[in-house]
């Protein structure tokens, strides 16, 4: 379903910058999706227990350490 939403033209613009330069410019419907998502997770977050946000903290800390680079053992060429 689709519905039509009335924005000042200044905030259509900033939708723009943030669709073409963050998200490799995927549609307006697309970037506003993508930002209430950022903003449910953090409003989340924000409500962890301080116990439980110092956990989630140490574990994004050390997946940000860990080495993604994956590989089957194949040769690909």
């Known amino acids: 379903m689709r519905t039509n939403v009335r924005i000042d033209s200044a905030t259509r613009e900033r939708l723009a910058r943030i669709a073409e330069r963050d ?3 995927v549609s307006l419907d697309e970037t506003v999706a ?5 903003h449910e ?3 989340a977050l924000a409500r962890l227990p301080g116990e439980e ?3 989630y903290r140490d ?7 860990t080495d993604v680079a994956v590989s089957d ?3 690909s060429g």
């Not at 993508?34 to 950022?38: N, V």
Request: aromatic residues 12%.
């Open 34 to 38: 993508r930002l209430a998502f950022e």
């Open 59 to 65: 574990e994004q800390h050390a997946l940000a350490e």
């Open 53 to 55: 946000l110092r956990e």
């Open 23 to 25: 998200y490799g410019g």
């Open 41 to 43: 997770s953090f409003a």
């Open 73 to 75: 053992g194949h040769d």
